[in-house]
């Protein structure tokens, strides 16, 4: 057990100084699953959670909860059943698909292909990329610094990937990705694919997707889009983008039941290597050989996730059917309150990539001089019951880079946020900066916690203590620091 808890006070601050209006009365757009879930604190109250970890996973729309309850009774086999209900299960599971296509804008030459997430989807595609003919290798991809782990190592694993590093302007970061392509193209070796995020998950930022669409094309490239974190947030259209792929999370779309997609167009797809050896991907087989279907079906081997497919489509109905002015609003209030209200504290610098963004989504990454950003993450939870997240955020290119390897804090909101939360996050902030934490922190395998944590466990939840995954051995529990994830 290390003992680091590093609590250096410093002048009063008063955590109401941000040069924005308080946003205590901006309401939730949509509700949520869970929005009046209580926690406990160390010291004994309870409080409404304050899940403000929405980057990480969102909570489930009402909405999304209440198809997954009307359609289990008439869950059954998919797609090999001949009994009525598997049937409809198949049916329900198709027309999931279609949902989820014609939400992001897919063409008629497009393929939707239903995931476990934004990592499945991506790792798919990356199989799919075409071997180049001269040398053997899969298709060079191009892909910036800035991306999460699950844009980047696939292609680092699986294809001829340069990793550019970005600029501090956004034009800057424009001009390396043209020249990069530009050199390909004048070496004969012309990139496949250019791999880039819709918004980043430690920042909110994003690249014009046009613009750099535009770029790849005219250097005969093709572009996918992780959009794990701004198809929640933005309404996103391959159609209107000219984008060829774009990936992303149902459980980062308010539809945490286990199913992602890809969706683009479907002659890499097509061509491409199954995803998954077995049972459905297949039109015959014999003992030595075997004769693969094209479409989904072709990377969609096992039974497929109905429920998560259907959670999937019900989250995109609610979000298409959304009045775009109101979200963008609410989202841009609560944004704009964490970025002022935090960086007027004293100690708290406010993370960006780039000098110049325009309309980044609802997630803003802080680190407090003085204090680890686990212990901040911990002494938020554990004195305030509110969820943040804290580490490298699966970004330790970006990370490094912008001189962050120890890590941050990110807070980070969605359609179920309330002003409110936002307003106990800098509030908190506030206090910890002037009075430090009133609880003791400890490191315990790699995890910050609250020395004899007197905070019990949900009843009927079957857990033994909040520290289960420190007992386990963070690196067992996670591979990566806890943070990471
Ligand atoms: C930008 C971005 N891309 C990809 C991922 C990976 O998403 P998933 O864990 O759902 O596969 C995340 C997750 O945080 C993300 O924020």
Redesign the pocket.
């Known amino acids: 057990m290390t003992t680091l808890t590093d609590a250096r006070p410093a002048r009063a601050t008063p955590a109401t100084t941000g040069t924005t209006a308080t946003v205590h009365d901006v309401a939730p757009v949509l509700p949520v699953v869970g929005a009046d879930t209580l926690v406990p604190l160390v010291d004994g109250r309870r409080v409404p959670y304050a899940n403000l970890d929405v980057?990480?996973s969102a909570p489930a729309l009402q909405a999304v909860a209440d198809r997954v309850t009307q359609v289990l009774p008439l869950y059954a086999s998919v797609h090999r059943g001949a009994g009525y209900l598997s049937q409809v299960s198949t049916a329900l599971y198709e027309q999931a698909r279609r949902t989820i296509g014609t939400f992001v804008g897919a063409r008629e030459e497009h393929l939707t292909l239903v995931t476990?997430?934004?990592?499945?989807s991506?790792n798919l595609l990356a199989g799919c990329v075409p071997v180049d003919q001269a040398t053997g290798a899969r298709g060079r991809v191009l892909v910036l610094d800035i991306?999460?782990h699950?844009?980047l190592l696939p292609w680092q694993r699986v294809t001829d990937a340069t990793v550019v590093t970005g600029g501090h302007t956004v034009a800057a970061t424009c001009e390396e990705i043209a020249d990069e392509l530009a050199a390909g193209l004048a070496e004969g070796r012309p990139y496949a694919l250019v791999a880039l995020?819709?918004?980043?998950?430690v920042t909110g930022e994003s690249l014009p997707v046009a613009d750099v669409v535009a770029l790849a094309h005219d250097a005969g490239a093709r572009v996918v889009l992780?959009g794990?974190?701004l198809v929640p947030h933005r309404r996103f259209s391959l159609a209107a983008t000219g984008v060829d792929y774009v990936a992303f999370?149902g459980?980062?779309t308010y539809a945490p039941f286990g199913a992602?997609a890809l969706v683009g167009r479907r002659d890499w797809l097509d061509a491409g290597t199954p995803y998954l050896a077995g049972g459905g991907a297949v039109r015959r087989v014999r003992a030595t050989t075997t004769d693969w279907h094209e479409g989904p079906a072709r990377h969609e081997a096992g039974s497929p996730n109905v429920l998560g497919a259907v959670a999937l489509a019900a989250a995109c109905d609610e979000l298409a059917a959304l009045d775009t002015t109101v979200a963008r609003e609410h989202e841009d209030a609560l944004r704009r309150r964490l970025v002022d209200g935090l960086g007027a504290l004293d100690r708290v610098e406010v993370v960006h990539v780039w000098d110049d963004a325009v309309d980044p989504v609802g997630v803003v990454t802080f680190t407090v001089t003085g204090y680890d950003p686990g212990l901040v993450a911990a002494y938020l939870s554990a004195e305030h019951g509110i969820g943040v997240r804290d580490g490298r955020?699966?970004a330790h290119p970006l990370l490094g880079r912008l001189g962050f390897d120890a890590g941050a804090v990110r807070a980070s909101v969605g359609l179920g946020t309330a002003g409110e939360e936002v307003e106990r996050l800098v509030a908190a902030v506030g206090a910890l900066v002037c009075d430090g934490p009133q609880a003791r922190y400890d490191v315990v395998d790699n995890l910050w916690v609250v020395v004899d944590d007197p905070r019990p466990v949900p009843e009927g939840s079957g857990l033994e203590g909040l520290l289960a995954t420190a007992a386990l051995g963070a690196d067992e529990a996670f591979g990566c620091l806890p943070g990471d994830a």
């Open positions: 980057a990480a476990r997430n934004t990592t499945d991506l991306e999460h699950a844009n995020t819709g918004a980043s998950n992780d794990a974190q999370s459980h980062k992602g955020f699966c």
